[in-house]
């Protein structure tokens, strides 16, 4: 809401020597944001009204050109040369005198051109910077000041515009009205209501029949009808100045005051042109199928949710939002019908957000605005265009109005100062609620406190405490911090996960989260089979993309998402990991609707939590490219399978479990290179390579990797430590087992480890081989093993004796041979 200071001024008796800067204070402490404070570019030197005189055609020049008599209050007239067309001897316009510069440095001087002396300028007001029309001068009319007036002070050259950032819940000051009441009680100075005027006593019947037909959507239709409006009248230029200050552009007299009453008293209004009417108004819901062209050109079809206006031709307004081009007023219009009304908010909140249709009037309605406004705005505008365009009011308004009596809200006068903090006397609170309009009956400390018709924001009595507070000023709220109870510290899942992030960036990783939601197409672009439980999500009811409308039931998707804008942007080597929550949707309890008029009982919110799905947490990386960069010092060593199986064991490795690997299957991973991840005999992810597919359906490289692992799978261990540091010498001992090739590395791990007993302390899996002489279907696996005793340097034969029975249970267990 843009406030020019000039306006303000009219309704508030502003102190002498109050500064813009005081009154973006007193904004800021009322509650009401500023946005920006808006002047008008400088002009200097001489520049006045004057009235043009008389108006020479030149002739003999490529384009038309004027050479006009122009009367500024000196002695004798000065000679302007002008191109514009739209005015005539007789009209009130804006002459810049020699010595003058406009904005942009245009300095104005006497200067012949057209073989004339042109001793001035005429100017628009874009030359002026007041507007950007630039069509023709600006005519100021043809009464209301003398030649040689100082422009200034007309034009509003000196006035300040800030503009506001007006919360949805204060709707009512969106027009003059309210600001002035906020800055007359803001500043404790006298202020005058716009809206406190008694409409006159018109007589005859209504000229025109108006049915509600949704008396729920609208509780008030007001509508009066005038004829003989002389069409070519302008608007007078101190509303057109005012209109182009608030940011609304000026299109005709019938049109310009309503925009103008909307900004005055907060109620928006429109104007039909009368003869375009075809029989009775009719404010009903819209039927399946219907269709309404608006103001804009647009041919919209309607939703049996939209409210319309509509006569015997069908609908001829979208109701609040924007009026039909059926019924425009157009350049010929002499005889309107006024209409103002209180729509349903949440109604045109709905019908806005459908058709993508915002509008000034929408804005209002959809916040509330105040019904009583609808007969005292229709006065105004029709005293407006009386007085401008010579119209006159025939017969009596159409005024059907449901609206029942607003309910009083109980309030303890105690409650604000338990609240806030602040010590606030009964009396304060009562004349703090009677400033905001509110009526108070009292009875000791409970208040009866019946809201004005313009806040239909009050419907709470912690409503009516902010009130008190914000009047009283929130700068008298002490800030105290509350004492910190002490803390325990992190929970054991969370030093696990966080644990877990820092280890895997440690590792290299580069932490991506994404967003938690997920479509059909990436699920199908994973290859998930229809019966995979993946595929069972839990859709939102108003997610924020319908490509993406449900919750994730893994990480893949937006960590391969992320992999792949990294690729597109020029990033070749890319590691990257994501730890949160995931939520399958296989298990599903039905959540009970619970009512807004009380707090739900201990059993609805028990149903309500058992509904909420599952949300394990899951952790996954994905990476593609070379895991050992190239360099001077090698070729470097591309991704593969072994370092997504490496990434699980880093995080198992961290939670302080051991995971077991075996081959799997499972999409999206390729069917020969896909690890399972198991602690015991529960398997909690996999690892491994990306199927060819899968790849090419995300455009990812070949070879690209991923793991994805159940943290919340994983059984509670404590936190790892060091293993005990020996002082006696280790036992370095190789060897290499032939085993079939369906015989999992795990298996023969495990029998090893199992077979060297207590003085093995570590085993690793050095070199696999297949080829000659390793027989067909068969591979060599080499490991190596640490042998080492807490108390003693082994001796040759107790190492021996360990690797030889750690071969012989590989052997008895895998059919291994001894390479």
Request: proline residues 9%; contains cysteine.
């Amino acid at each position: 809401m843009r406030v020019p200071i000039g306006w303000l001024a009219e309704h508030v008796d502003l102190p002498a020597g109050t500064t813009v800067e005081d009154l973006d204070t007193a904004f800021v402490r009322l509650g009401l944001e500023v946005e920006e404070v808006h002047r008008a570019p400088e002009t200097t030197g001489p520049l006045v009204v004057g009235r043009v005189l008389e108006v020479e055609e030149l002739t003999g020049f490529k384009k038309p050109i004027r050479y006009c008599q122009v009367d500024v209050g000196e002695e004798a007239p000065r000679g302007i040369v002008c191109g514009a067309r739209n005015f005539a001897a007789g009209d009130l316009v804006v002459v810049a005198l020699p010595g003058a510069v406009l904005p942009g440095g245009f300095a104005i001087a006497a200067r012949t051109t057209y073989d004339h002396v042109s001793d001035g300028m005429i100017c628009s007001v874009r030359e002026l910077g007041i507007g950007e029309d630039h069509a023709g001068i600006l005519v100021l009319g043809r009464d209301g000041y003398e030649p040689g007036t100082p422009a200034g002070g007309v034009l509003g050259l000196d006035d300040v515009v800030i503009e506001l950032n007006v919360t949805p819940d204060r709707g009512y000051c969106l027009a003059m009205r309210g600001i002035a009441r906020e800055m007359g009680t803001g500043l404790a100075v006298d202020w005058r209501d716009p809206g406190a005027t008694t409409p006159p006593a018109w007589s005859g019947e209504p000229a025109w029949q108006v049915e509600v037909a949704a008396p729920d959507r609208c509780d008030r239709f007001s509508m009066i009808a005038m004829e003989g409006l002389d069409p070519t009248a302008p608007s007078p230029w101190w509303m057109r100045r005012r209109l182009t200050q608030s940011g609304i552009r000026t299109i005709s007299l019938a049109v310009d005051v309503t925009n103008y009453v909307m900004l005055e008293l907060g109620q928006p209004m429109h104007a039909f042109d009368r003869d375009t009417v075809r029989g009775p108004i009719v404010v009903r819901r819209a039927s399946a199928g219907e269709r309404v062209t608006t103001l804009d050109g647009v041919d919209r079809a309607v939703d049996p949710d939209d409210v319309l206006i509509t006569d015997d031709s069908g609908p001829i307004g979208l109701a609040g939002v924007m009026g039909g081009a059926s019924t425009e007023i157009g350049d010929g219009t002499s005889a309107v019908l006024l209409e103002a009304a209180h729509w349903e908010p949440t109604g045109i909140a709905r019908t806005v957000r459908r058709h993508k249709l915002p509008s000034e009037a929408a804005k209002r309605y959809e916040r509330g605005v105040d019904p009583e406004m609808t007969v005292v705005a229709l006065a105004r505008a029709a005293a407006l265009l009386a007085e401008y365009g010579g119209a006159r009011v025939v017969g009596s308004p159409v005024d059907p109005d449901t609206r029942g009596p607003r309910p009083a809200i109980a309030l303890d006068a105690g409650r604000p100062s338990r609240v806030s903090g602040v010590e606030y006397p009964v009396s304060q609170v009562i004349e703090s609620l009677v400033a905001v309009g509110a009526s108070v009956d009292a009875d000791g400390s409970l208040l009866q406190v019946t809201p004005p018709s313009w806040r239909p924001d009050l419907t709470d009595p912690a409503d009516l405490v902010e009130e008190v507070v914000r009047l009283a000023g929130y700068d008298d709220i002490p800030s105290v911090l509350p004492n910190v109870p002490p803390g325990r510290g992190l929970t054991e899942r969370q030093r696990r996960r966080r644990s877990i992030g820092r280890a895997l960036a440690e590792a290299g990783y580069v932490e991506a989260p994404a967003y938690p939601f997920v479509g059909t197409a990436a699920l199908d672009a994973l290859g998930l089979p229809a019966d995979d439980v993946r595929r069972q999500v839990v859709v939102v009811r108003n997610p924020l993309s319908e490509e993406e409308p449900a919750l994730r039931t893994t990480l893949l998707p937006g960590l391969l998402a992320t992999l792949a804008r990294n690729l597109s942007r020029g990033q070749r080597d890319v590691a990257v990991f994501e730890h949160g929550s995931v939520f399958p949707g296989d298990h599903r309890t039905p959540a009970p609707v619970p009512g807004v008029d009380r707090r739900p009982d201990d059993e609805t919110l028990a149903a309500l939590l058992g509904a909420v799905p599952a949300q394990p947490w899951h952790v996954a990386v994905a990476l593609t490219g070379h895991r050992e960069p190239r360099g001077w010092w090698g070729a470097g060593r591309p991704v593969d399978w072994a370092d997504a199986v490496q990434a699980a064991r880093v995080v198992a490795a961290t939670a302080g479990v051991e995971l077991t690997v075996r081959a799997g299957e499972l999409a999206p991973w390729h069917p020969g290179r896909c690890a399972e991840l198991l602690v015991g005999d529960v398997v909690v992810g996999h690892a491994g390579e990306l199927h060819p597919r899968v790849l090419a359906a995300l455009d990812l490289p070949a070879r690209t990797c991923a793991m994805e692992l159940d943290v919340d799978a994983l059984p509670p261990a404590a936190v790892p430590v060091g293993p005990h540091v020996s002082t006696f010498p280790p036992v370095l001992v190789d060897l290499a087992l032939v085993v079939p090739d369906d015989v999992p590395a795990a298996t023969v791990e495990a029998a090893l480890r199992e077979g060297a007993g207590e003085l093995l302390e570590a085993l690793r899996l050095f070199d696999v081989y297949t080829g000659a002489p390793v027989p067909a279907g068969s591979r060599s696996l080499a490991y190596a093993l640490t042998l080492r005793a807490p108390d003693r340097t082994l001796t040759g034969e107790e190492a021996n004796a360990a690797r030889d029975a750690a071969t012989a249970l590989a052997v008895e267990r895998t059919g291994a041979a001894l390479r």
